[in-house]
């Protein structure tokens, strides 16, 4: 059974960080690009950020880049995320995608709030 789970999220500061991790099983996660996109309330989804499958080759959305950092563990079949100077623009649930060619899976989500 294949399963994306996204931890991490929570409630920050304006200017504070947060890692978030997506962990993988049930398919061959180093076989598959993995990326970011978040939804904010009220708004449609949003790509963050991407990743190849090897780690080699990350992509940022440009109001996140300089910012955020997406890596990669393939030993762990674990995803992440680290944002730095968190703005309240990016309060929004954040969901990781592994994809190939004709092959999607989703997480589940994880909230992430930026406010005083």
């Known amino acids: 059974q294949v399963q994306l789970v996204e931890s991490g999220g929570g409630l920050v500061q304006p200017g504070g960080s947060l890692r978030l991790s997506c962990a993988a099983s049930?398919?061959?996660?180093?076989?598959?690009?993995m990326n970011w996109v978040r939804q904010a309330p009220g708004k449609g989804l949003e790509w963050v950020s991407d990743?190849?499958?090897?780690?080699?080759?990350?992509y940022y959305a440009g109001s996140v880049k300089g910012r955020f950092t997406i890596s990669r563990d393939n030993a762990k079949n674990t995803l992440y995320l680290q944002m730095n100077s968190l703005k309240p623009e990016d309060t929004a649930v954040y969901y990781c995608?592994?994809?190939?060619?004709?092959?999607?899976?989703w997480g589940q989500g994880t909230q992430v709030t930026v406010s005083s």
């Open positions: 990743i190849n499958s090897g780690g080699g080759s990350t």
């Open positions: 995608n592994a994809y190939d060619y004709n092959t999607n899976y």
């Open positions: 049930g398919f061959t996660f180093s076989s598959y690009a």
